[in-house]
């Protein structure tokens, strides 16, 4: 499916909106494109919120647009699922006039329960503020065999940005897994060119940092209680 050009003009969700309730809303994209789509505040292509499971698979999100977070996927409310495979996101952007935006390709957000996982996926040339490509404040993160390349953040984390969402109810889920990645080219104007991170636990095997740039911390910057590297 091709999904072109669409707009949710002050709201979330340029081309689909997805929400459950108190069970599951199962969504599934195979073989979409999104492009050009926007949103006038989350998630410019989709956004989906509260008990949904969502699964997108060799698709291709470029040139979506988001004025707050989410330039192509923002997820975020309690007990949702997000799982990316063999995906390409180019060129979208999450931010506005006021410095605000986080993830210009995805973001997901949640105080409790929501957790997202990245496999076989490539993320170039995304913008935002916090989390050129990706933004996760709260959720757990699991990325695998992807690639990060020249993505920006106008403040924190060029390709990856990651951090609590206020005082979480259980810090301790707010952990991160990165392996068999490469993260080249991306920038940051302040904090964690490649990546930044501040969860509990992260474990990084067999990642790559390459050409990365930062006023500090090119390649990671971290507040990570701890940190396993392989």
Do not use: H
């Not at 988001?66 to 923002?74: L, P, Q, R």
Request: aromatic share 10%; proline share 2%.
């Amino acid at each position: 499916s091709s999904f072109t050009n669409n707009s949710a003009t002050i709201g979330t969700g340029g081309a689909f909106l997805l929400s459950g309730s108190t069970q599951y809303f199962l969504a599934s994209f195979n073989d979409s494109t999104f492009t050009s789509n926007t949103a006038g505040n989350e998630g410019g292509a989709i956004f989906g919120m509260d008990w949904v499971n969502m699964t997108v698979n060799n698709s291709t999100f470029t040139s979506n647009m988001a004025k707050n977070s989410g330039g192509a996927i923002n997820i975020n409310g309690d007990n949702s699922i997000a799982t990316i495979t063999n995906s390409t996101f180019v060129t979208n952007i999450s931010a506005n006039s006021t410095g605000w935006g986080y993830g210009g390709a995805l973001r997901c957000t949640s105080p409790t329960s929501l957790s997202i996982t990245v496999s076989n996926s490539t993320f170039s040339q995304n913008t935002s503020v916090f989390g050129g490509a990706v933004a996760s404040e709260g959720c757990p993160v699991a990325i695998s065999g992807s690639t990060f390349d020249q993505n920006s953040a106008d403040n924190a984390g060029g390709g990856l940005w990651v951090a609590p969402l206020g005082v979480q109810s259980d810090p301790s889920v707010l952990v991160l897994f990165v392996a068999d990645t490469q993260f080249t080219s991306n920038q940051a104007k302040f904090e964690g060119g490649g990546m930044r991170s501040s969860v509990v636990t992260q474990n990084l095997t067999d990642v790559m940092f390459d050409q990365n740039t930062a006023s500090i911390g090119g390649g990671i910057y971290t507040l990570a209680s701890i940190t396993y590297l392989n």
